[in-house]
């Protein structure tokens, strides 16, 4: 059993000239209650990102986008730092009708499958979404290509 409060928000920082930057954030306030000592207790997180974009010419845009994990449940003393983590870190050219390529740490490809049943603010996207799991879910290292409208004919 848990209990859960949490809040999401962006915002755009620049954008001007096919060139655009935006900070997002979301801070989690939650804390179990189970009786397993180890999950039990305050589970709180932050989490910070930008997501880049910059138009090249009519048909390459480049783009990026970083996440940062800050467990706000940690001491100042030698757990500072545990469970903090960059969760996505990638750059890559999208190609108009094309697709997309980027490389990085990202979700791997049949996790785009997956997202759509991976809603729920706890607990959510569980059957075969483990990250740094190839793929499935969130990894360093990932290659992928994508076309979300197979090739303008969607």
Not at 72 to 99: I, P, Q, V, W
Request: no cysteine; hydrophobic share 30%; aromatic share 16%.
């Amino acid at each position: 059993m848990g209990a859960i409060s949490s809040f999401a928000n962006a915002a755009e920082i620049y954008n001007k000239d096919g060139n655009k930057l935006d900070l997002y954030g979301r801070v989690n306030a939650k804390h179990y209650f189970v009786h397993n000592s180890t999950s039990d207790g305050d589970k709180s997180y932050v989490r910070l990102g930008f997501k880049g974009e910059t138009q090249i010419n009519d048909s390459l845009t480049g783009f990026g986008q970083w996440e940062y994990n800050i467990q706000a449940n940690n001491s100042e003393g030698a757990d500072a730092t545990a469970n903090t983590k960059t969760r996505l870190g990638f750059a890559g050219l999208k190609f108009g009708d094309y697709g997309s390529f980027d490389y990085g740490r990202n979700y791997g490809v049949v996790y785009d499958a997956e997202a759509y049943t991976d809603m729920l603010p706890e607990f959510g996207g569980d059957s075969y979404s483990n990250t740094d799991n190839f793929m499935t879910g969130r990894s360093t290292g990932l290659a992928t290509y994508r076309n979300r409208d197979f090739f303008g004919l969607g």
